[in-house]
């Protein structure tokens, strides 16, 4: 079956240009999160949603991230404004349950370039 | 302080060997453990779960010490497709994931 999608893949933008990450997550699932993984680090989580409810937007580095899920199923991140610190890999991922502790599954990331 | 601290490694074994690698964690209140594979340039991925009274998946042992706070990896007879980075992953209920930033492993043939 179709796994968690995002696109683009790859994002390359100059300092102080919006960007917009979009994750498509496994139909049907409940919860989606999104992560920061740095060069040679592990996922930083940014931030959770239970259907179009955000729960945990703690992980946010500044105000100028944003993310939304109107509908409950697809999910974007928008970055405004971006510094070159904002280059990394942002990575989407569902779990079926509502419960945080439940098997996650990743989509494939959005490589971003911070220029 | 991180929460989830991991050896970096690399451990690079031949094919064949065993080798296990540790991390350690620094919320008691974690209550769900797990082991992720990640792959160069890839999403990470479920390995397996780890429950406290250890369990095995094929040729991999996890084991649980809630009084140390540490969660072990264990490959034996190990192979090529097992280079990777594995990441440890722990979190309490209602707490989001915590990621450590892994342990390379590289099997040479």
């Known amino acids: 079956g179709a796994g968690v999608s995002q696109s683009p893949r790859y994002k390359v933008a100059k300092r102080g240009q919006d960007v917009a990450l979009r994750c498509d997550p496994i139909?049907?699932?409940?919860?989606l999160f999104w992560y920061q993984q740095a060069l040679g680090q592990g996922p930083e989580f940014l931030t959770y949603?239970?259907?179009?409810?955000?729960?945990?937007k703690s992980g946010l580095p500044s105000d100028r991230f944003f993310a939304e899920r109107p509908e409950g199923s697809v999910s974007t991140l928008k970055i405004q404004r971006t510094q070159q610190e904002d280059s990394a890999v942002y990575l989407c991922?569902?779990?079926?349950?509502?419960?945080?502790?439940?098997?996650?599954?990743f989509g494939p990331g959005t490589r971003l370039l911070v220029l | 302080r991180k929460e989830v601290e991991q050896d970096p490694g690399p451990f690079n074994v031949p094919e064949g060997a065993t080798v296990a690698f540790n991390c350690t964690y620094s919320?008691?209140?974690?209550?769900?453990f797990f082991w992720y594979r990640q792959d160069c340039r890839k999403e990470p991925k479920l390995l397996m779960s780890?429950?406290?009274s250890g369990n095995e998946d094929g040729r991999f042992t996890a084991q649980l010490n809630r009084a140390s706070q540490y969660i072990s990896l264990l490959i034996r007879d190990s192979k090529l497709s097992d280079s990777a980075t594995y990441l440890c992953?722990?979190?309490?209920?209602?707490?989001?994931?915590?990621f450590g930033a892994g342990t390379t492993v590289t099997v040479r043939a």
């Open positions: 991922a569902s779990s079926p349950d509502r419960l945080v502790q439940e098997t996650q599954y």
């Open positions: 139909s049907g699932h409940v919860s």
């Open positions: 949603f239970q259907n179009e409810a955000q729960l945990d």
């Open positions: 919320n008691s209140a974690s209550q769900s």
């Open positions: 780890v429950y406290s």
């Open positions: 992953v722990v979190n309490k209920v209602g707490g989001k994931l915590s």
